[in-house]
Structure formats: structure tokens, C-alpha cells
């Protein structure tokens, strides 16, 4: 199947910092991006739809200015977390529908706030 | 929010017996998928089923799907050790649109 990639898999931070995800589809364009998020032993929780070239849809409750997206091109979304707090630290994980049905997912990243 | 239920959330099976696993759900929908994650993984894509389909198949995974019921079900069969991990089905009201997840079922299977 289609390829998904994720980075960084993991990062640890102090309480404050901004944090950076990206996810890159390898061997498709994805005009569209999903961003989950998931807290041990859950479901995924979808936080907002990325879209190239204009403005991310964000889900009830997620804060647009906390979580800023950015859909640079047509196999690269970006998610960072702004001003984190250890309240954010979760497992966030993205996916790419290829030819439009099967979602493929990135293996996540584990982000764990101080 | 969660699009439905799965059950069981947890079974427990011996190596070689067949897993079954159900998911319910509230919507319409196009499609519907189902997923594998390993403790601490990225999502694994099993199998999609089509809102006009019934039943597929790949490999020793059956999928069944009835929308007059808004169910779905997925079946191991011969399952082995390295089967033992969250099984999660996926609604997508659209094609390609977001997909809502149900609870997901931890499944293990006993050596």
C-alpha cells in the first residue's frame, strides 16, 4: 500500500515550546490530510482536516491557534503544537486517503511535555 | 466524536482458533475500513468495504459489512501470536473524506 512517513517519531519538551510535525506522503499527492490524536489506551480522536492551499477545518474544541496547520504542498502537512503544556502530550498521528478511498495512516508521534 | 461501538473491546484466544471482532455505527457512509495497530504504533490498513459491498476477503481476514443493520464485522481466522494487537473499524461518510473510529478491540492471542 501506500507510504505515509511521520517526523519525528518522538520528541520530549520543556513546557512552553513550540513543537513541529510533519507528515509526507511518499508516493502520492494527498490535496487532503487528516490529523488524529490519541491518548493511551483510546480511539483516535480526529483534530482537524488539512487542505492544500487553503485554511485547515478544524473539530470542536480544538484550538486553531494551538494547533496550527500548515499544508505546504501536495505530499507535505505540518501540525505544531504552539506554546505546549504537559496537557498536550499524546500520540498524534496523520493519514492521507490515496486515489481518494483507503486512508493510509504515519506511524504517529509520541509527544511528551514537561 | 466516535462514530460507534466495537465489541468485545478485549478478547483473549488461543493460537489457531478464529477472532471475531464488531463494529456498529451510527451514519450513513460510503465506506468503511478496518485497521491494526500494534501497542505504540502507527495504524496498519487491513481491508475497505464499500457501502454496496457485502463481504470481502484478504488472505485469512473477512470482512462483512450490513448497512440495514449498520454493522460490520471482522474475522480472523487460523489466527497466530503475532495477530495479538488493537483492531479499529473506520467510517468514511464520503469518499476520501475524514474517518470516525470506533473503540477498538485489543485482541490477544495466547501462544
Known amino acids: 500500500g501506500a507510504v505515509v512517513s511521520q517526523h519525528p517519531s518522538w520528541v520530549i519538551c520543556k513546557s512552553g515550546t513550540s513543537v513541529k510535525i510533519e507528515c509526507r506522503s511518499l508516493d502520492f499527492q494527498a490535496t487532503t490530510m487528516f490529523w488524529y490524536r490519541q491518548f493511551p489506551k483510546q480511539s483516535l480522536m480526529l483534530m482537524a482536516t488539512?487542505?492544500?492551499?487553503?485554511?485547515?477545518?478544524?473539530e470542536q474544541g480544538v484550538e486553531k491557534d494551538k494547533f496550527l496547520i500548515n499544508h505546504a504542498s501536495l505530499t507535505l502537512s505540518t501540525l505544531t503544537v504552539t506554546s505546549a503544556h504537559p496537557e498536550d502530550s499524546s500520540f498524534y498521528i496523520c493519514?492521507?486517503?490515496?486515489?481518494?478511498?483507503?486512508?493510509?495512516f504515519g506511524p504517529g508521534t509520541r509527544l511528551l511535555v514537561l | 466524536s466516535q462514530q460507534g461501538e466495537e465489541d468485545p473491546q478485549a478478547l483473549s484466544i488461543q493460537e489457531g482458533e478464529n477472532a471475531t471482532m464488531n463494529c456498529s455505527y451510527k451514519t450513513s457512509i460510503n465506506n468503511l475500513q478496518w485497521y491494526r495497530q500494534n501497542s505504540g504504533r502507527g495504524l496498519v490498513h487491513l481491508i475497505l468495504i464499500r457501502s454496496n459491498e457485502r463481504e470481502k476477503h484478504s488472505g485469512r481476514l473477512r470482512v462483512t459489512l450490513d448497512t440495514s443493520k449498520k454493522s460490520s464485522s471482522l474475522l480472523i481466522t487460523a489466527s497466530r501470536a503475532a495477530d495479538t494487537a488493537s483492531y479499529f473499524c473506520?467510517?468514511?461518510?464520503?469518499?476520501?473524506?475524514?474517518?470516525?473510529f470506533g473503540e477498538g478491540t485489543q485482541l490477544t492471542v495466547n501462544p
Open positions: 473506520a467510517t468514511g461518510e464520503t469518499s476520501g473524506s475524514r474517518l470516525t
Open positions: 488539512s487542505n492544500e492551499g487553503s485554511k485547515a477545518t478544524y
Open positions: 493519514s492521507a486517503p490515496e486515489a481518494g478511498e483507503t486512508q493510509y
